[in-house]
């Protein structure tokens, strides 16, 4: 009789431990909680625009389009097409620039957003060549770089040479 209700309540026990493991699992695999979708959507800005890296560019500027506010820039296979925004940073030489200032057949870089839409909103745009500061800041990261690439990387190891008996 002891022996009976001793593997009842084993029986018990394990029934509930497979049913409340199931139901856990289940509850972590089912949709996000509320508070996870109010987070995703309160990355998003008033504009739809979820907050993602941006995606750098650089090249020739090969058409403006004053109207609209955007400037092509032509590639190897296709050619993208930029918008400027309020919330775009123009700078020239350092300085801050205006949509006037930009140009065909003149270079520019800087970074853009890509839209739900498709079409690509210019984060920041600096136009002409790069300045010394730029070039300076450049040399000084890839000498860091490669700083690092050397401390990383195993040094060249020794194989014991073989030697022909005569």
């Known amino acids: 009789m002891k022996l009976k209700n001793l593997s009842i309540v084993g029986l018990f026990f394990a029934v509930a431990i497979i049913c409340f493991s199931r139901w856990s699992y289940a509850k972590g695999k089912g949709s996000p909680s509320p508070d996870a979708e109010?987070?995703?959507t309160s990355a998003a800005d008033?504009?739809?625009v979820t907050k993602t890296r941006a995606t750098p560019f650089r090249g020739m500027i090969a058409s403006v389009d004053d109207n609209a506010k955007t400037f092509t820039i032509a590639g190897k296979d296709t050619s993208r097409v930029l918008k400027i925004t309020d919330k775009t940073?123009?700078?020239k030489a350092g300085q801050p620039a205006t949509m006037k200032d930009v140009v065909a057949n003149e270079e520019v870089r800087g970074s853009y957003y890509k839209m739900p839409d498709g079409s690509m909103e210019a984060k920041f745009v600096k136009?002409?060549?790069l300045t010394e500061a730029e070039k300076a800041d450049r040399e000084a990261r890839k000498?860091?770089?490669d700083e690092k690439k050397?401390?990383?990387s195993p040094s060249a190891s020794v194989s014991p040479s073989?030697?022909?008996s005569s």
Do not use: V
Request: proline content about 10%; overall charge positive.
């Open 38 to 40: 109010n987070s995703a």
């Open 127 to 129: 136009l002409g060549p």
């Open 162 to 164: 073989i030697s022909p």
């Open 143 to 145: 000498a860091k770089r």
């Open 150 to 152: 050397a401390a990383i």
């Open 46 to 48: 008033n504009s739809g």
């Open 89 to 91: 940073i123009l700078t």
